[in-house]
């Protein structure tokens, strides 16, 4: 099972980034898929999330209004458009998959992480 994400950067506060993740059709059948960032010295927090059938979302209040999950069964991708950025959203982004297909923002019920994408939003 890999998943990967990567489009991260650096953009200036207000601008927009669309990060990506790619997985492996094993990890994809029904598994939702989620976002989550670390900033230095912070713990990993949850952004988003999708179900499986990418009916339902869901959102940290911090980023709700701003970014956009969705996800392309049919190509096995899963996608964030961040808009609006702020030097607070600067982070490392990871996408994980969750057997839970109805969609979890809870981190432990994650099984399966991708590497990280750098985000950083200057002021």
């Known amino acids: 099972v890999q998943l990967q994400a990567y489009g991260g950067g650096l953009v200036q506060a207000g601008g927009s980034l669309r990060l990506s993740c790619s997985a492996s059709?094993?990890?994809?059948?029904?598994?939702?898929k989620g976002w989550f960032r670390q900033a230095p010295g912070k713990k990993r927090e949850f952004v988003a999330a999708?179900?499986?059938?990418?009916?339902?979302?869901y959102y940290a209040d911090s980023v709700k209004g701003r970014f956009t999950i969705s996800r392309d069964n049919a190509k096995n991708m899963v996608y964030l458009q961040m808009n609006s950025l702020k030097p607070d959203d600067t982070a490392v982004y990871y996408c994980?998959?969750?057997?839970?297909?109805?969609?979890?923002?809870?981190?432990?019920?994650?099984?399966?992480w991708g590497q990280g994408t750098q985000v950083t939003v200057s002021s």
């Open positions: 994980a998959s969750s057997r839970v297909a109805t969609g979890t923002r809870e981190s432990n019920e994650y099984n399966y």
């Open positions: 059709r094993r990890a994809f059948s029904t598994d939702c």
């Open positions: 999708i179900s499986w059938s990418g009916a339902t979302t």
